[in-house]
Each structure stands twice: as C-alpha cells, then as structure tokens.
C-alpha cells in the first residue's frame, strides 16, 4: 500500500510548487497556483490524508507523486501509483 502523507507534509511540498494559501473555512485550506491556473483544498491538522484525497489533489494540482518523494526507490509502488493515478 502506498505510503500516507500528513496535511503538512503536502501543504509544505504543494507551496514549494508555487502554490500559495488564498483563505480556507474550518478544518481547511485553500491554495492555488496562478501559473499552473490550479487550486485545490487540503484538510488541514490531519497526521494521514486518506488515499482518495490525496489522489484528488494530485488530480487537481496535475502533480505527480514524485514531487512528494523525490528520493522514492520502490520502484513496483511507484508503478502502481501511476496506474492508480492514470499516468502510465
């Protein structure tokens, strides 16, 4: 199974990408990347972002997980992620 990320693991790799906090309401937060014209909600405070959601924000920021884990050597896990994901 695939290797689950904390609300501020993805908040802090989605900013290096150019994404910028814009507002949020409760328990989330709203970024968004004038470049890539992407914005996504990330649940904020969450020690695992549930597999769907994650790869929702993947969809909707058109990221790859490798941006998440640049230095990922399991190469079978990162073959089914991009299955999952529909990446190859």
């Known amino acids: 199974m695939p290797k689950l990320y904390s609300s501020s693991h993805v908040l802090k790799v989605l900013k290096k990408q150019g994404f910028v906090v814009t507002g949020g ?18 649940p ?13 924000i993947l969809s909707q920021t058109g990221l790859s997980p490798d941006v998440f884990e640049p230095n990922y050597n399991n190469l079978s896990s990162l073959l089914v992620w991009r299955f999952v994901c529909g990446w190859g």
């Open 44 to 56: 904020d405070k969450r020690k695992q972002i549930p597999l769907g959601t994650f790869f929702a």
């Open 25 to 42: 309401k409760g328990s989330h937060v709203k970024l968004k990347n004038k470049k890539l014209k992407k914005i996504t909600v990330v």
